[in-house]
């Protein structure tokens, strides 16, 4: 993949990128989904790091870690190569596909809010016959209260510390996936700023897989911590505030 000029997940980088190995059972696991019809849907299943974990090519994933093993991206393939198709799947056909991808003890499972909407009618949720929760939706940060893509982009970016020499370390990634996980891949780097609003994406893009990762970042969200000094980015690499650590919740 490459990363493009202006991109909103400047961050996004190759150490995030895994060869799939065997999740270890004991690791929490949890599904995220955001609902498409006419648009595509994206559903990923994580496992939580219970300890540091070191996997056969030497990557240590620190502990609390999330790691997207698994991905179903309902998407059209177009010949034509148009990549933003839905493939109008009923929420019942998505509920059977969900269930079968799944083989492992689930603890906990989040969704787009848009998928309980009810217009008359059960919700895609009730359709679905899944145990999901409602998503916490907030894109950017208001009022104290923390923000989608700020908790992504701060697990990318990981903990940045000060060396003794006052010089500012590379961070270790607190998020990433199997490099079959080929959609988010596709379509997270290449995502951009919202001209009205750089705070936010651009949410006419391709911008389903990188909704469903925020999903699952507000329900195992990051906060600061105090004692060692740790700075945290805003998204064009700017001191946007000192904390002192991270706390995986």
Avoid at 95 to 124: C, H, L, M, N, W
Avoid at 131 to 150: E, I, K, L, Q, T
Wanted: hydrophobic share 35%; net charge neutral.
């Amino acid at each position: 993949w490459n990363i493009v000029d202006g991109a909103f997940f400047d961050c996004w980088s190759p150490k995030m990128v895994h060869r799939p190995f065997l999740v270890p059972a004991d690791w929490s696991k949890y599904v995220s989904f955001d609902w498409g019809s006419a648009k595509p849907f994206s559903v990923g299943w994580w496992a939580v790091v219970s300890d540091d974990y070191t996997t056969s090519e030497g990557v240590t994933l620190p502990r609390g870690y999330l790691l997207r093993y698994r991905e179903w991206y309902g998407r059209k393939h177009l010949t034509d190569g148009t990549m933003d198709v839905g493939l109008k799947l009923t929420a019942e056909a998505v509920g059977d596909g969900i269930r079968e991808r799944t083989k492992e003890k689930i603890r906990f499972y989040v969704a787009d809010p848009a998928a309980f909407k009810e217009d008359g009618g059960p919700s895609q949720v009730e359709r679905m016959k899944l145990p999901f929760a409602r998503a916490d939706n907030s894109r950017v940060a208001r009022d104290g209260h923390a923000g989608g893509w700020d908790q992504m982009r701060s697990r990318m970016i990981g903990t940045r510390k000060f060396d003794d020499n006052g010089q500012l370390g590379e961070g270790t990634p607190m998020i990433g996936c199997f490099n079959t996980c080929v959609d988010s891949i596709r379509t997270i780097p290449a995502l951009q700023h919202d001209t009205h609003n750089p705070e936010d994406l651009d949410s006419n893009m391709e911008d389903h897989a990188a909704d469903e990762w925020r999903y699952m970042c507000m329900a195992r969200p990051m906060t600061a911590q105090k004692n060692a000094a740790i700075v945290h980015l805003d998204p064009w690499g700017r001191q946007k505030r000192a904390v002192n650590s991270w706390k995986v919740m």
